[in-house]
């Protein structure tokens, strides 16, 4: 199946610890997602001098899977499933199956 969830879309958590939560895709990888804000961790790094790193306590963004994230449709303020349109000169579009607008401009 394919990934309905691309780079940039606006995506609102439906499970785990930060569940309702909104945030913007910033990376896929394969069938996880990184969303800016979302799933924050600490990561205790070493220094490396040679690559100019200061070591200590990081806090970044981990990847969540794909399954716990909906695309958020801000007409209805909820979190929306996706279907997809093919148009008359055979390009795809994404489309929100509630509606049918489309979430690709």
Do not use: C, W, Y
């Not at 800016?36 to 970044?60: C, D, F, L, W, Y």
């Not at 499933?81 to 994404?94: A, S």
């Amino acid at each position: 199946m394919a990934n309905r969830i691309k780079k940039g879309d606006h995506v609102i958590v439906i499970a785990g610890k930060d569940k309702g939560k909104r945030g913007d895709v910033v990376r896929v990888i394969g069938d996880k997602v990184v969303v800016s804000n979302i799933n924050i961790i600490k990561r205790h790094t070493k220094p490396n001098p040679q690559a100019g790193q200061a070591g200590g306590v990081v806090e970044r963004e981990a990847p969540i899977h794909a399954s716990n994230v909906m695309p958020f449709n801000p007409a209805t303020g909820k979190g929306e499933r996706i279907g997809t349109k093919t148009l008359e000169d055979g390009r795809t579009l994404r489309v929100f199956r509630s509606s049918g607008e489309a979430l690709d401009a």
